[in-house]
């Protein structure tokens, strides 16, 4: 198992959705039909109330492997919340396009 | 009913009459003489934001940024005294540059011929150096640029003769000066090369009729009110050539879940303790509006320092040619205490972005409007006194009339 005991029910979404870089995770956005979205979008909505407190236990710089992969679950939740909640579409459907448009870390 | 003795229509044009209310000429969007002529009697003459001080914090810190603008490559460098400076990325031997990209070093080695330079610019080392003549390497130094930081804030001007910066800020920074910014963190940063005109972007940003339409998904739900169905601003101030604009909240704003959730564990983009009064934070809210979302703050010519009561960003437009300007955007917040505020603030870094790129979606297709030359003006509202503003002062500088 690769995720923190009592979340055994998110280890499905793992292997694809837990990824460390916002532009990488971005690109997972784009690349995903609307339904898959969805369908982690709400895997993911019940679960982020237990999410956040069991996160908040820890140091933030030095979370273990297994809150990392959390964390950027949850992280990935955001990325996805603007696609199902308000675009209705993966991608923002008048943006301008996104491969000019470059993400880049702190 | 009696007549308002205010015209809350327009009341801005009485606020700044000297503006005018007529159409606005296309030519200086889309004339590449007149470019030129903003190169040299704007971008070579006031100054211009390189970034903050957070971006080189020790000594040795460098950044290079090439200026198209300016046709110069500019280093910032921390020197081992502490102090930040700007130095034209030019060796003083045969002019190669010295060095590209950021990092930290203890001086910058030309790889031509190996001149040397330290962080404070001082010419430290010439190879064969006796086959010269009369070299004076205390006379070899980098080629100084004016450099000067304000509330973290670093500029640059290329003009000796330009006022101090805080003079140039004038009112615009006694309004923002008192911000946290340096509290702040930088979340990440947004670039794009995009073919339109420095003005025309920069006209999408400073004014809030668009988003009822290009917002119509997002920001509008935060700031459309049945009776305030196009969220006028709440005030406008401007400074000389800069300006500022408030910007009002809806109070009925319903988030999405994940802003609700984002919310829940710290403020939100648009949920914010300075939504629910005045001035919770310094350098915000400069009228005291009650119901307010954030500001508009520009910076003349070429940069934005919006704030909110829990983030700020900048925008820098850096003018390429007359149709193309290099974007670049970065978006600040407190640092995260826990994961909690680390993935609530995620939601705003987010949401904020893609607003971007609907933002981003009008300016090529107004720039190609404009450059088909099918209208020889713009039409602009009491809403749009920005933009109104913007093109007067490039106007009066281009042509020499500008007084300060």
């Given amino acids: 198992m690769t995720l923190p005991g009592g979340f055994d029910d998110l280890e499905c979404w793992v292997a694809e959705w837990a990824i460390g870089e916002e532009a990488a995770r971005n690109r997972k956005r784009l690349a995903s039909s609307l339904d898959q979205l969805q369908a982690y979008y709400n895997a993911l909505l019940p679960r982020m109330d237990a999410i956040i407190p069991h996160l908040n236990q820890y140091s933030l710089d030095a979370l273990a492997p297994a809150e990392q992969t959390l964390l950027e679950m949850a992280l990935m939740f955001m990325e996805v919340a603007p696609a199902v909640e308000i675009y209705k579409h993966p991608d923002v459907p008048w943006g301008f396009v996104a491969e000019r448009f470059h993400i880049l870390p702190a | ?404």
């Fill in chain 2, 1 to 404: 009913m009696n007549k308002p003795d205010f015209d809350t229509l327009h009341p801005y044009v009485r606020q700044y009459s000297d503006l005018g209310t007529g159409p606005v000429p296309v030519m200086p969007v889309v004339s590449p003489e007149y470019f030129e002529r903003e190169r040299e009697t704007i971008f070579k003459k006031m100054w211009l934001n390189l970034g903050r001080v957070e971006d080189i914090p020790n000594p040795g810190d460098y950044v290079v940024r090439d200026i198209a603008i300016l046709k110069a490559s500019i280093i910032l460098v921390r020197g081992d005294d502490d102090q930040v400076r700007a130095f034209h990325n030019v060796c003083r031997h045969r002019g190669n540059q010295l060095v590209q990209g950021s990092g930290n070093a203890k001086g910058f080695s030309c790889g031509f011929h190996g001149w040397t330079y330290d962080t404070q610019g001082q010419c430290v080392f010439v190879p064969d150096e006796e086959v010269f003549f009369n070299l004076d390497r205390s006379q070899t130094g980098l080629s100084p640029v004016r450099c000067e930081t304000f509330a973290g804030f670093v500029f640059v001007t290329v003009n000796p003769s330009a006022v101090p910066l805080v003079e140039y800020l004038g009112g615009f920074g006694q309004q923002i000066g008192d911000f946290p910014f340096q509290t702040m963190q930088r979340m990440h940063t947004l670039k794009a090369d995009v073919n339109c005109n420095w003005k025309v972007f920069i006209d999408a940003f400073q004014e809030s009729y668009h988003g009822r339409f290009v917002h119509r998904l997002t920001a509008a739900a935060a700031g459309c009110v049945d009776d305030d169905p196009y969220a006028h601003l709440t005030s406008v101030r401007l400074y000389g050539p800069h300006r500022s604009a408030s910007v009002p909240f809806n109070p009925e704003y319903q988030p999405t879940p994940a802003e609700a959730l984002s919310f829940k564990y710290a403020q939100s983009l648009w949920l914010h303790e300075g939504n629910a009064g005045a001035q919770r934070v310094p350098g915000t809210n400069p009228a005291g509006h009650p119901n307010w979302l954030f500001d508009i703050n520009v910076c003349f010519p070429n940069f934005f320092v919006d704030v909110s009561s829990s983030w700020f960003f900048t925008y820098h437009f850096w003018p390429v040619a007359v149709d193309r300007t290099h974007w670049e955007y970065n978006f600040y917040m407190l640092p995260p205490q826990n994961a909690g505020e680390r993935i609530s603030r995620e939601y705003s870094k987010l949401y904020l972005r893609d607003l971007l790129r609907e933002d981003l979606s009008t300016v090529e297709t107004t720039q190609a409007g404009l450059s088909s030359g099918a209208i020889e003006h713009m039409i602009l509202s009491d809403q749009e006194v920005a933009v109104r503003h913007q093109y007067k002062v490039v106007d009066d500088m281009v042509n020499g009339r500008w007084v300060g």
